[in-house]
């Protein structure tokens, strides 16, 4: 089982529509959750934390299930600007449960259609 | 969060020669990582940056290849010894621990692209 597995996507939705990242994890040692936003040749970036007891930002919400080593994210109302991979990271979640390395799933591209 | 910068932005380089890649933060961080991200993939750690001592690196990266230096708190360099195509890539620095910011959260420099012919 990979470290961090993510949806294979691409995603193609209108704007306006609700789309939904899945997410799973190998260590259950694993310590923090994240998801970072990668835009087209740009480094990544973070786009929110996720807490065990799910956490909301405007129209992005994260939930983490550790019984299942899962986490998702929940975009509504998607805009154009959305547009972007999406990539899961989990830190801890390589051997030896290292509490700085940040492990990063293939990411998610997310195209949002006028 | 900090505010980080590369140099070179991107390079050409021909096969067997070297290319130092520059970190630098606007602020004292704890800790900083170098990451490859090849074409179409994700990233990839190559190693932890160890401020006055030897970096960490993960499995499959060497210190003969990836010389990588952190003399301070808010500067490091990593070098692609020997290049060869299959280095081509994109070489990302992070940091994490600086003021204001928990201790697991990273920030990225823009990266750099490296191009070997």
């Known amino acids: 089982r990979k470290e961090v597995e993510q949806d294979p996507g691409p995603f193609n939705v209108p704007e306006g529509a609700t789309v939904a990242f899945n997410c799973t994890y190998s260590n259950s040692a694993s310590q923090s959750f994240f998801w970072y936003r990668q835009d087209c040749r740009k480094e990544p970036k973070l786009l929110m934390s996720v807490y065990s007891s799910g956490n909301e930002d405007g129209r992005f919400t994260a939930q983490l299930n550790r019984a299942s080593q899962y986490i998702s994210l929940l975009i509504r109302d998607s805009k154009l600007s959305d547009s972007a991979t999406y990539l899961c990271v989990v830190n801890g979640a390589g051997s030896g449960g290292s509490n700085y390395k940040l492990t990063f799933g293939k990411g998610t591209l997310l195209t949002v259609n006028p | 969060s900090a505010v980080i910068s590369q140099k070179p932005s991107r390079d050409i380089c021909q096969r067997g020669t070297s290319l130092t890649i520059q970190c630098q933060v606007d602020?004292?961080?704890?800790?900083m990582f170098w990451y490859r991200q090849q074409p179409g993939q994700s990233l990839t750690l190559i190693a932890t940056?160890?401020?006055?001592?030897?970096?960490?690196?993960e499995s499959g990266f060497v210190i003969d290849k990836f010389p990588i230096s952190r003399p301070n708190l808010t500067f490091s360099t990593l070098t692609v010894s020997n290049m060869s195509p299959e280095d081509s890539s994109i070489y990302l620095c992070?940091?994490?621990?600086?003021?204001?910011?928990?201790?697991?959260?990273?920030?990225f420099g823009p990266g750099t692209r490296l191009t070997v012919l």
């Open positions: 992070s940091a994490t621990g600086g003021a204001g910011g928990g201790t697991d959260t990273q920030y």
């Open positions: 602020s004292q961080v704890t800790m």
């Open positions: 940056a160890n401020q006055g001592s030897e970096a960490t690196y």
